[in-house]
């Protein structure tokens, strides 16, 4: 399960592309008319020499290989340390809650509202900070809290508290790479109108990390007046997965306009980045990103790892270790369990030598070498 990264083979992306491949019997040359893309791409991939750093390339190539993304990422990851085996056992935990609420004894008693809105905004702040575990540890009371859905419930404040509390676990969920539990989860949410925004941009959300960008589209546009604040970003950063960049840039647009806090302008100009990097305008990824120095610790990682991709792509490779490793102290796990940032673990060492210390170092905390 672990890999030396100073071989100069391949990324994760790259290895389990080779494998799967030819799991499937497929040479480069099928695979590249199936997924859509350069042959020319897949076998820098499998020799090492490219690395994923656009979401629309890894869909490309899952779909091309019928896979979900996370079975070309490795997600879930194997544990790696204490923090990491905290987070990790959020998969079971969410098991366990959907099989209770599925049973015919599934029953719960009237939760504590405010132990259950203390919790749900506990998750959501922990995560937000970059403190997983911390995240992790405060799930399994709330799962319990929750119980199983009540659409019947005529408390809209019960119904509002249960469905932010499946949208922080759901997200939290996410970001470990259990998918399908996230959607599980957010399915049983049964949120009230005024809960109904945060619901769905998190199944966006969750739809792009599947590599389902047209699904994502689809789940989020009925109408354009429909289309609430909290969807417009990952709504944003789908239509520029799917090459469709001037919709995009008119979305963010929008978003902007309605943005009233520098936490709201920070949000926008880093799914601007995202939005940027799908298109591989790096330049503009780099320009954007320095408009988001209000997002929270966790959101700043995954933002750092974004440009340090972009500066690998332009040849600076310093600032790209830095920037590595900036998120890394930002929100260890986070980065950690970021697939792009493994991505970079993987190919910096031959582009930055003198960094060799550096990046031996986070390869070691993310279980790569």
């Known amino acids: 399960m672990t890999h030396e990264i100073d071989s100069g083979g391949p990324t994760p992306v790259g290895r389990h592309l080779t494998d799967w491949r030819i799991r499937r019997g497929l040479g480069v040359a099928d695979l590249a008319t199936r ?28 779909a091309g290989l019928r896979l979900d993304p996370a079975e070309l990422t490795g997600q879930p990851y194997m544990p790696h340390g ?19 609420t599925l049973s015919a004894d599934g029953a719960g008693g009237e939760a504590d509202e405010a132990r259950l809105a203390e919790l749900a905004e506990g998750v ?5 900070d970059g403190e997983l575990a911390s995240a992790a540890q405060m799930v399994p009371g709330l799962l319990e809290l929750i119980g199983p859905p009540r659409p019947e419930d005529a408390d809209c404040r019960g119904t509002a508290l249960r469905a932010a509390a ?18 599980n989860l957010l399915s049983h949410a049964c949120p009230p109108p005024e809960a109904y925004p945060a619901v769905l941009g998190e199944e966006v959300w969750l739809l792009l990390d599947m590599g389902q960008a047209e699904l994502a589209v689809a789940r989020a546009v009925r109408g354009e007046a429909d289309v609430p604040a909290e969807v417009l ?8 997965a799917l090459g469709q960049a001037a919709e995009s840039e008119r979305i963010l647009a929008s978003a902007q306009e309605k943005a009233i806090s520098a936490w709201q302008r920070s949000q926008v100009a880093s799914a601007g980045a995202f939005a940027a990097a799908e298109g591989a305008a790096y330049d503009e990824v780099l320009a954007r990103a320095e408009g988001a120095a209000g997002l929270p610790a966790g959101d700043r990682s995954a933002l750092l790892v974004l440009t340090a991709s972009a500066r690998a792509r332009l040849g600076q490779y310093e600032a790209a270790v830095a920037d590595l490793a900036t998120a890394e102290s930002l929100a260890p796990l986070h980065t950690r369990l970021d697939p792009l940032a493994r ?12 960094h060799a210390d550096v990046l031996g170092g986070i390869a070691a905390r993310l279980s790569m070498k």
Request: no cysteine; hydrophobic share 45%; proline share 4%.
């Open 35 to 62: 997924a859509g893309v350069p042959g020319q791409l897949i076998e820098d991939l499998e020799a090492g020499e490219e690395w994923v750093d656009q979401g629309r390339v890894l869909s490309s190539l899952a």
């Open 82 to 100: 204490p923090g990491h085996s905290t987070v990790h056992s959020l998969g079971w935990f969410a098991r366990r809650h959907l099989a209770r």
């Open 343 to 354: 991505e970079l673990v993987s190919v910096l060492p031959a582009r930055a030598q003198e």
């Open 233 to 240: 970003l990952p709504l944003a950063v789908a239509h520029a």
């Open 166 to 183: 499946h949208v922080a676990v759901s997200r939290l969920l996410r970001r470990l790479g259990y998918r399908d539990l996230a959607w």
């Open 124 to 128: 959501r702040a922990a995560d937000d």
